[in-house]
């Protein structure tokens, strides 16, 4: 067998299969730009018409509760807010990037499902644990698990061993822990090296490369703790369980980073469990 | 209780099954795959996943020996509406193949019938776009119970979850568990394999069957 490449390698080798749109670019270039303004932020997003009309669609949903007042992207910039419009923007990107990236272990739908019930779990924890940015929060969960499509892709017999591995376990393996079991790195690891060469906001990246070890977080501990508890929450809103112990087990440590407790479980899940099917029309992919 | 001694003595014809210690619930356990079964008069578990498939867990609850089976009716030519046990299909013969072998077992070795205890799980229907075949296994255990005069005790069966599904036949005591839809596609292709080996088998009299 060859040698199994590194995560590095691994994104190098995809760098042509997935790409972000350049309206996002654009807009990451001017959120960045001390001298741009919010104008200039809305004009970019209307050069392209389908994400200025999917932008018009997400600004009045639900999620951002102005349900059906924003006509305009240049007041939809205004309400979002010209920093967030940026994870904005990279959560409506993120699902098409990948479309260019099937595998033959998870359907894009279950796999953008999954997800997104961790953007809403992380959305919400954020919200409870305050001096948290929710939209962040929201798209650092949409894309906490972008590596297993790298992985799946790249290097389906090794994942297909790892699956393996956890029902062989009875499911007491966790899967990224028989990833490492079986390629020395994990999906984490990959996720961490595309948000370096997508040049992905820190905050993101942390939260993509560290949410299965949080002690490992540099700058942003607090926020790769809220999406590490997002993931175990999103599992339980997929399985309809509110028992911790019927997932992938919880750092303890991650509720005191966080300052929440287990109370927020139950209302953090059913706000998930709530609001999946809009975010699934909004985020996700076509079933 | 810990792992050191050993896991427990095995029944003559199940050498083959693997067989560890798990921390979690501080006992052995023999996990199974589509197609096998397992039974023990002994204190420990028996596990498998299942998609679409079906594991019936029968127990003598005088004496706690009892055992786990896993498998799914396979697809035919002509398919019949209903899945009845007493069908001569060549379909069914692989349900009352599993189901008559984990019984026929218990019984060898003491297992008495006015005692048995009948739990059944699987069945779901775990990927979009696929035919409901869980529905039809579903119909052909409650079908196979009611003809040989069981009652099923506990179940859980339909849905679109798949399961892991964890028996004690020493207590009677089943876990079951969700499983999240990353592990939908494998478990499928896994039983797709099983039905695959089974159907490429040559169609052979009853009697090499039983």
Known sequence: ?????????????????????DVYLRITALVDDPDSSAADIARAASQDPSFAARLLQVANSALYGFSGQIATVPRAVTVIGTSQIRHL?????????????????VSMRNFWRHSLFCALAARHLAREARRADP????TA????????????????AEAAEALTRVLDSGDELPVHEAERQVLGFDHADVGGELARLWKLPPLIAECIAHHHDIAAAGAHPRETALVHLANGLALMAEIGSLDPGDVSPLDPRAWEVTGLDEDCIGPAVAEAQGGIEAAEQLFGVAP | MSGAAGPPPVLPGFEHVK??????YGA???????????????????????????????????TGIGGMNHFMLPQTANEPQDWKATGLGAA?????????????TIMKHGGRRENLEVKVFGGGRILENMTDVGRRNIAFVRDYLKAEGLKVAAEDVGEIYPRIVLYFPNTGKVKVKRLRSLHA????????KYVESIAAQPVAGEIELF
Do not use: K
Not at chain 1, 4 to 18: H, N, S, Y
Not at chain 1, 89 to 105: H, W, Y
Not at chain 1, 135 to 138: E, H, I, K, P, T
Not at chain 2, 92 to 104: C, D, K, P, S, V
């Open chain 1, 1 to 21: 067998m060859p040698p199994i490449p590194t995560p590095a390698a691994l994104v190098q080798d995809i760098r042509g299969l997935v790409t972000l749109p």
């Open chain 1, 89 to 105: 923007a990279l959560a409506m990107s993120v699902a098409s990037s990948f479309a260019g990236l099937p595998n033959e272990l």
């Open chain 1, 135 to 138: 939209d962040a929060l929201f």
């Open chain 1, 141 to 156: 969960g949409l894309l906490h698990d972008i590596g297993e499509l790298i992985l799946f892709n790249r290097l389906p």
């Open chain 2, 19 to 24: 067989r560890g210690w798990h921390n979690s």
């Open chain 2, 28 to 62: 052995y356990a023999a996990r199974i795959l589509p197609g096998e079964y397992y039974v023990t008069r002994h204190e420990e578990g028996i596990y498998t996943t299942l998609g679409s498939c079906i594991s019936a867990c029968i127990r003598d609850r005088a």
């Open chain 2, 92 to 104: 069914t013969r692989y349900g009352n193949f599993a189901m008559e072998h984990l019984i026929n």
């Open chain 2, 185 to 192: 596609n494998l478990i499928a292709s896994q039983e797709r």
